[in-house]
């Protein structure tokens, strides 16, 4: 089975049997009764597809496709600080190690991170890692105090006010919507704050046919499938980008030809020790069971 996510290649997103958001993929990784899961995403994304589907061979055809959240979130810094506010309760975004969420309490997405924060208690203290930028928008939405890990979307913090602003002059009839893990000052200028699949299905239901896009550009390809009649502009970046757009280089390290390579080798696999993966499979399985 193909699962990908919406930042790959298009090429990629066209042969895959699933194509979704981190949560659609999580719940597709969970009940795939294939042998071999090849996920064509970013490595925190197969190793929570082995962790939740431990009998499964799972595959990535670049172990080097990593993230830089989660490499913003180093176990042995992040285990300190968790001892630190040990009263805390530990809620870490699905963009993490193995060894993060088995630290954690719950894990969440973007598409459903606010609910899960709303389900705990008021009076109990939270930590939230490790996107600091999802974290102030949940903040924002939910007006729980948070302590908050200092990481970032590296894709999501190239978007530049300026540029967006100077765009929406030249198309003032366009609707922004944006990823909540860009910064606040994108997020203000948003009609629409969601998760990929979220992105998709708001342009899917609005009424207006013109749309800036401040996520990672891969999602194009899928969103203008589904409304071949509306005009979609990616968001600009204060990268010189080939595409004036924020790309992925870890999502963009799986090509076609990766892909087909992985198959035929049915390698490199994702591993996970067992007792990582033990501990790592209750916070993710708390945030399915909200996310029914
Ligand atoms: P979602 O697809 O869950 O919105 O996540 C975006 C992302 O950055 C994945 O790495
Ligand atoms: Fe990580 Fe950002 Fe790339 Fe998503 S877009 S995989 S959060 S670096």
Redesign the pocket.
């Known amino acids: 089975m193909i699962l990908a996510?919406?930042?790959q290649e298009a090429d990629i997103q066209e042969i895959a049997d699933y194509v979704?958001?981190?949560?659609g993929l999580s719940q597709e990784a969970a009940k795939a009764d294939a042998d071999i899961i090849l996920f064509a995403?970013?490595h925190f994304?197969a190793e929570t597809a082995k962790i939740l589907n431990p009998n499964k061979k799972v595959i990535l055809p670049d172990l080097n496709a990593g993230?830089s959240l989660a490499e913003s979130c180093p176990p042995e810094l992040f285990g300190a600080f968790a001892l630190k506010h040990a009263d805390h309760m530990v809620v870490t975004y699905?963009?993490c190690s193995a060894e993060i969420k088995a630290m954690s309490d719950i894990v969440c997405?973007?598409?459903n991170a606010v609910a899960i924060v709303e389900s705990i208690p008021e009076d109990v203290p939270i930590l939230f890692a490790p996107d600091k930028n999802l974290g102030k928008y949940i903040i924002e939405k939910t007006g729980r105090k948070m302590l908050l890990w200092d990481g970032s979307?590296v894709?999501?913090e190239a978007f530049s006010l300026d540029k967006l602003i100077a765009l929406h002059k030249q198309h003032p009839d366009a609707e922004i919507i944006a990823?909540p893990?860009s910064e606040t000052h994108i997020l203000k200028t948003a009609g629409y704050i969601g998760?990929?699949?979220?992105m998709i299905d708001y342009v899917k239901r609005s009424d207006k046919s013109k749309f800036i896009i401040a996520?990672?550009a891969g999602i194009l390809y899928k969103m203008q499938q589904e409304v071949p009649e509306k005009i979609l502009i990616p968001a600009p970046s204060n990268e010189n980008n080939t595409c004036a757009c924020s790309e992925?280089a870890f999502?963009k390290l799986n090509t076609l030809q990766k892909v087909y390579d992985c198959l035929v080798a049915e390698a490199p696999e994702i591993k996970v020790p067992e007792t990582i993966r033990e501990k790592a499979l209750v916070p993710i399985e708390r945030m399915l069971e909200l996310s029914k």
């Not at 979704?20 to 949560?23: E, F, I, R, T, V």
């Not at 998760?195 to 979220?198: C, D, K, N, P, Q």
């Open positions: 996510h919406y930042y979704g958001d981190s949560l995403g970013v994304m993230c699905v963009n997405t973007s598409s979307c894709v999501h990823h893990e998760s990929t699949a979220g996520t990672e992925c999502m």
